[in-house]
């Protein structure tokens, strides 16, 4: 089982999050942040992984730490659940559309971290949840998942629809560089012979 749970306390939250790479889509998410629950859900979801997290922060100030410690720790996992990556496909990719809105995002198990985005969103605010806090959980993961990210919103007007693409095409991309491929069992999928 490709598995990870991992915790993080810090001054200013407490963050526990359990990963299992082949799950289901199933998620248990307790943030006290109903909007950004709702994206953390599309990527279990349409990345078929399990996933719990537990955090509990400054809410009071923002949501800021939250988010980004959010992204450390799930980075964190995913980064433990990998292993050594043997057997993995390596690079995923989706395209996700909802409506007026459309969404890529290309992964690379690279072990090399790099957030590239490229997105805006037509208001800064999605209920009480700022947009710009999707860029900082995206760094916080990407970097501790040492994995590169593109993201690029190529369509859309409506936040949420927006914001739902996105998180979906990153379930997807997950989901695809993660799956194994049955030729190279034993192999790293990188020249170098590691990740």
Wanted: aromatic share 6%.
């Amino acid at each position: 089982m490709r598995t990870a749970n991992v915790v993080r306390k810090t001054l200013e939250t407490e963050v526990a999050v359990t990963l299992t790479i082949d799950g289901g889509g199933v998620s248990r998410l307790k943030t006290g942040l109903p909007f950004f629950e709702h994206m953390l859900d599309q990527v279990a979801r349409h990345g078929l992984m399990d996933l719990t997290v537990e955090a509990a922060g400054d809410l009071a100030i923002d949501a800021h730490h939250t988010v980004e410690d959010i992204g450390i720790t799930l980075g964190q996992a995913l980064a433990q659940a990998m292993g050594d990556k043997a057997g993995l496909t390596r690079y995923g990719h989706a395209y996700v559309p909802l409506d007026e809105a459309l969404s890529r995002v290309v992964v690379d198990l690279s072990g090399r971290p790099g957030l590239f985005y490229r997105a805006t969103f037509a208001r800064a605010r999605i209920h009480d949840f700022d947009v710009d806090l999707i860029e900082e959980f995206l760094r916080g993961f990407v970097n501790h998942a040492r994995i590169t990210v593109h993201v690029d919103v190529l369509a859309g007007h409506n936040a949420h629809h927006v914001a739902e693409t996105l998180f979906k095409a990153l379930g997807r991309a997950l989901r695809m560089a993660l799956t194994s491929d049955a030729r190279a069992t034993l192999q790293v999928p990188s020249t170098k012979g590691s990740l």
